[in-house]
């Protein structure tokens, strides 16, 4: 089954530092999406970034960036120039691709990390 | 374009009563997917509807919570005779179709508190 582990219950970073948040993940699929999502007190959540597993290259939005490690199964997020809108819950996920068959559906989330920005 | 639309925000019920969420997914997406939320969780798999078909419930409790995906109308996660355990927030997410690899897009959620 596939496992996806957050290690840091929560983590700080200064206004405009940068801060990385940490997702292993659990799976014998070669390929598959890793996805992190952002919830702020609204409650929304939110799609930060997306990754799939064949491509190499981290993806990079704005601000956001990831370090896949394929190897290692790790898939950090980092936040460059924090803003005190980036406070929220983080969570790490993971789904297989729609033709693998399956529960390809399905995303598996970790418990999360609660990102504060102090001013 | 709204997005999908959960209600009620917050829902209080007595133990033994009935809680009804409703979602209504992003306009023009027929799939759509509940997930709970406990405390100090993350979200979980509920269960996986098209309009009017059930396709995969394996994530539901077998008893008390069902659900459904009317041809109209807001789907409905029902739950009979709650508990406090049941206490959660409860998620809906919508797609257009699976063949896209989205990260479907999430309604802001209903909490229950069961008192």
């Known amino acids: 089954a596939q496992t996806v582990t957050q290690s840091q219950p929560e983590m700080s970073v200064q206004e405009a530092e940068t801060v990385t948040l940490s997702c292993t993940y659990d799976t014998s699929e070669s390929d598959y999406y890793l996805f992190w999502y952002k919830q702020p007190p609204s409650r929304q959540m939110i799609l930060v970034i997306r990754q799939e597993a064949y491509k190499q290259q981290n993806a990079t939005e704005n601000r956001f960036s990831v370090n896949f490690q394929k190897a290692a199964k790790s898939f950090s997020l980092k936040i460059s120039d924090s803003q005190l809108g980036d406070a929220a819950m983080y969570f790490c996920a993971y789904r297989i691709p729609s033709g693998s068959g399956g529960s390809n559906y399905k995303l598996t989330f970790g418990k999360g990390t609660l990102l504060t920005v102090n001013p | 374009n709204a997005g999908v639309m959960q209600n009620p925000r917050h829902l209080v019920r007595r133990r033994g009563q009935e809680a009804r969420l409703r979602c209504s997914p992003v306009?023009?997406?027929?799939?759509v997917y509940w997930y709970r939320q406990l405390p100090e969780e993350g979200l979980k798999f509920m269960v996986y509807?098209?309009?009017?078909?059930?396709?995969?419930e394996s994530g539901m409790p077998k008893e008390r919570f069902s659900a459904e995906f009317p041809k109209e109308g807001p789907s409905i996660l029902r739950i009979q005779q709650v508990v406090r355990g049941d206490s959660a927030a409860y998620f809906c997410a919508s797609s257009p179709w699976t063949s896209k690899n989205y990260g479907y897009t999430f309604g802001s959620g209903t909490r229950l508190t069961v008192v």
């Open positions: 306009k023009g997406h027929s799939h």
């Open positions: 509807l098209q309009k009017e078909n059930i396709i995969d």
